[in-house]
């Protein structure tokens, strides 16, 4: 029976180089453009380590948690959030494991613990992430005020129409992965508040910064234009929530 159980020891190495070099060749990003959004300054550190975390030096209270999309470098949304650190927020991308979100919903958790200095928290994903964000709201109430959907909706048995937090869904016109029709159908399980922003001409990939992504329509604006918008969107909901809170 010697050789039974090296069949098995075989099929054990086999399956444990799947599941690390499997996700390793599939993540995506980030390009060389979103680099620089690494490198810390005089207003806004950067730590990358298990996550990435961009520290603003004058900061307002607020923090925003980002899920990143299914197989996507955490570092591929680096332009979006330094953006949003320099303004004033406490910006951290989760890494997930194995690259998707639906096996780390709450990491959002040990974020939230790390930072007891933060006041207000915002809750942000793209794509996957964003449904796993939609769930960590729809589980933790207390523990966000805010949820932005980047290209995104809620997953089926998760309804925020009670929710009282300020909630955005923000979504490409060209967007092959999320479609209109998708995003159409989310509004009847988020807030009948929620605002819904349209960004004329952008993609699902552009979203992110990892290049282009299979079954996604091209896009017909510039990736940095469409970043704008993102960024735009998701300071609105940061914005509200400080306002309300003076």
């Given at each position: 029976?010697?050789w039974?159980?090296?069949?098995a020891a075989?099929?054990a190495?086999?399956l444990?180089a799947l599941?690390w070099?499997v996700?390793a060749?599939?993540?995506?990003?980030?390009?060389?453009?979103?680099l620089?959004?690494?490198d810390?300054?005089?207003?806004?550190?950067v730590?990358?380590?298990s996550?990435v975390?961009?520290?603003p030096a004058?900061?307002?209270?607020?923090?925003m948690?980002?899920?990143?999309?299914?197989f996507?470098?955490?570092?591929?949304y680096a332009?979006?959030a330094?953006a949003?650190?320099?303004a004033?927020?406490?910006?951290?991308?989760v890494?997930?494991?194995?690259?998707?979100?639906v096996l780390?919903?709450?990491?959002?958790?040990s974020?939230?613990?790390?930072?007891?200095?933060?006041d207000?928290?915002?809750?942000a994903?793209?794509?996957?992430?964003g449904?796993?964000?939609?769930?960590?709201a729809?589980?933790h109430?207390?523990?966000?005020?805010?949820?932005?959907l980047?290209a995104?909706?809620?997953?089926?048995?998760?309804?925020?129409t009670?929710?009282t937090g300020?909630?955005?869904?923000?979504f490409?016109t060209?967007?092959?992965?999320t479609?209109?029709?998708d995003?159409?159908q989310?509004?009847?399980h988020l807030?009948?508040?929620?605002?819904f922003?349209?960004?004329?001409g952008?993609n699902?990939?552009?979203f992110?910064?990892?290049?282009?992504?299979?079954?996604?329509h091209?896009a017909?604006?510039?990736?940095?234009?469409?970043?704008?918008a993102i960024v735009?969107?998701?300071?609105a909901?940061?914005?509200?929530?400080i306002?309300?809170?003076?």
């Amino acid at each position: 029976m010697r050789w039974l159980a090296r069949i098995a020891a075989i099929v054990a190495v086999l399956l444990v180089a799947l599941v690390w070099i499997v996700p390793a060749i599939l993540t995506q990003g980030p390009m060389p453009a979103a680099l620089p959004a690494l490198d810390p300054s005089a207003t806004v550190d950067v730590d990358v380590g298990s996550h990435v975390t961009f520290t603003p030096a004058d900061g307002n209270g607020t923090g925003m948690i980002i899920y990143p999309g299914g197989f996507v470098d955490p570092r591929s949304y680096a332009p979006a959030a330094r953006a949003l650190a320099e303004a004033g927020s406490l910006v951290v991308i989760v890494e997930m494991p194995l690259g998707l979100a639906v096996l780390g919903p709450n990491r959002a958790d040990s974020v939230i613990a790390d930072h007891p200095d933060v006041d207000l928290w915002v809750i942000a994903g793209h794509s996957l992430g964003g449904t796993m964000a939609a769930r960590y709201a729809s589980d933790h109430p207390d523990a966000v005020h805010g949820l932005v959907l980047w290209a995104s909706y809620p997953e089926n048995g998760v309804d925020l129409t009670d929710w009282t937090g300020e909630t955005a869904s923000v979504f490409g016109t060209r967007d092959g992965l999320t479609t209109l029709d998708d995003i159409e159908q989310s509004r009847a399980h988020l807030p009948t508040d929620t605002a819904f922003v349209s960004i004329e001409g952008g993609n699902h990939a552009q979203f992110g910064w990892y290049g282009d992504q299979r079954g996604d329509h091209p896009a017909t604006i510039p990736r940095p234009e469409q970043q704008r918008a993102i960024v735009d969107a998701t300071s609105a909901v940061l914005f509200d929530l400080i306002a309300a809170g003076d």
